[in-house]
């Protein structure tokens, strides 16, 4: 599947950039032939334009240099003669008068003649006297002015050869450039899909069992169908374990999801932190006596933020949730909360098994569990740390773990704090 594709999308990169190679050159190309002559041809009109009769002579009263050398100017009678006024009036100029005899156009003309390219342009001479005085039949209709142009047409030639060598050469390194791109755009794209496909895997693995408790201890009770419930009670409290975990499941899951999809979106509203704290730890007291862990809090009053109420709860349940799972009888769960000029800090800390440095970088990655047998057995999903980083970031917060094998772990949150 991803080859596939890998190859429509180096097809679809290189034809991206052969169009903006061939585009390009062509907007080049085109902007060069329209242009290329405008020099030239601004030279010849002047030079035309410029052509004067003065005192009866003909003169060219020369605009500014530099001229373009290369500017002929003729002049062409009534009767069809064409004569080179300067410098050496009706000195033979090669094969120039010749082309000019065919071009009668006020505009720009390019003609190839003999080889050679040329550049013509003709205009109309107004005085109808006499202009030489040797000449006296000779009457000036038009003035044309003339200029080979082969080097401007080569320069043309050369760019239009150069670009399509260019261009045949560059297809190879284009389609080099278009397939490294999309090997670059599939990296990111399969690395999404193989998580995906090892979430949905964990997903099921997780639900299987739960599932398969739920089933069996229903057919053995099925099996006994006169016990009364005293009797099958301890299967029915198999069955509600499993359930209740599958329903945790279920809730993550979902989260997850819908996290993924971009579609869980935050309640929020101002918040007392301290206040949601206090109502976490009220749920956990049973918890403290039961389990012989001792929970102790330092919670500043009235710390503030903008946040999603329910999130923040569910934060705090699955870090004390964990202290709780994760400490041995006679430990100590600490819960601080305090706000600084530039954050707010809540901090969970406890004296439990603590986590192995080999481990601590996986701990907020889905379904990652250091010791499985122990999380199940007390309930855990191993996506606990995962929702409540998601939960962290959602509200802009960062959470850090310091942990020592042994000895015990300490999960801290910081939000950026409201500013005043
Ligand atoms: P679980 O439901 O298994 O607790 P979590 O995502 O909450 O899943 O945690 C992932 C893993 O991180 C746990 O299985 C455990 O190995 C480790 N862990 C998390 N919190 C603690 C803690 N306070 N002390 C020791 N280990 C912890």
Known sequence: MFKSTQRQLTVLN????????????AIIYGYLSLKIFDWVDADMLAQAEAFRVKNRH?????????????????LRSTDGRIINPVPFRKVDSGNIPALAVAMDSEQFKTETYQGHVYRVISIPYTHTETIFEDEPDFFVERVIAVSIVDSEVKLLDNFFWITVAGGLAGVIGICLAGYFLAKRAMVPIQAAWSRQQQFVSDASHELRSPITGIYSNAELMLRHPTHTIAQESQRLEVIMTESRRMTKLIAS???????????????LERV??????????????????????????????????VADRDRMHQLIVILM?????????????????YQTEQQI?????????GIAAEHVPYIFDRFFRADKARSRESGGTGLGLSIGK?????????????????????FTVFFPADKK
Not at 253 to 264: E, G, I, M, N, V
Not at 321 to 332: E, Q, R, S, V, W
Not at 399 to 404: A, K, T, Y
């Open 14 to 25: 290189s034809m991206v950039f052969l169009f903006v190679f061939v585009v390009f050159n």
């Open 58 to 74: 003909s003169v060219v009263a020369n605009p500014p240099p530099p001229y373009d050398p290369r500017i002929f100017i003729l």
């Open 253 to 267: 899951l979902l989260t997850l999801a819908r996290a993924d999809a971009k579609k869980a979106e935050l309640q």
């Open 272 to 305: 007392d932190i301290s206040e949601v704290i206090e109502v976490a730890i009220e749920r956990f007291q049973a918890v403290t006596e039961l389990s012989h862990i001792k929970l102790i809090s330092h919670i500043q009053p009235k710390v503030e933020m």
């Open 321 to 337: 949730d964990n202290a709780f799972k994760y400490t041995l009888p006679g430990g100590i769960v600490r819960i601080d909360c």
């Open 345 to 353: 800090v809540l901090q969970v800390q406890d004296t439990g098994t």
């Open 390 to 410: 998601w939960i962290v970031e959602k509200h802009k917060g960062k959470i850090e773990v310091q942990s020592e094998y042994g000895q015990g772990s300490q």
